[in-house]
């Protein structure tokens, strides 16, 4: 019978953490290496320092219109991701991309998620939506694959105390 121990289980779990937060964290920091223009774009009309897409002019009025010129923005997140619908007589391809962003407003008081998103369906594009987003859902994203790391490098690290497992064992 195969015996896995403690400390190769401890080894294991930090490896799979750690591959958790590359999954969370590299898209993020390559959208801010290379961004989506176009997603850069509406933040640049948002800010009035440029024109909209023609596509996106629609979105971008509207948060003018509510919030008032984009003071500032910090990129805080992004989401890139393709679904597939197969149906007996056809199949849909949906593609989305999204960037979020902490964003301060001129009309605003306090600072806001920003998400400014891009869709598109079976090779279409559909449109852009420049929306609010709730920060709660950002921090439990992110918190999660750090908390796994932050105890599975602490376990594994833990020297003089072995686990209470082991100690009956002896």
Known sequence: MFRLSVKAFLIGLLALS?????VAFVPILYSIVAPPRDLQQVICALEMRCSAPPEAAAAVQAALASAGPLRRAVQVGYYSGVTGTVQVNASHISKRTQISYAAWFQNVP?????????????????GYRVGEGEPMSLIVGY???????????YLVRRKNNPPAMDRAAS
């Open 18 to 22: 750690s591959l958790w937060v590359a």
């Open 110 to 126: 306090k600072p806001m998620l920003l998400l400014v998103s891009r869709s598109e369906s079976d090779g279409v594009f559909e």
């Open 143 to 153: 918190a999660k694959p750090l908390l796994l790391f932050a105890f599975s490098l």
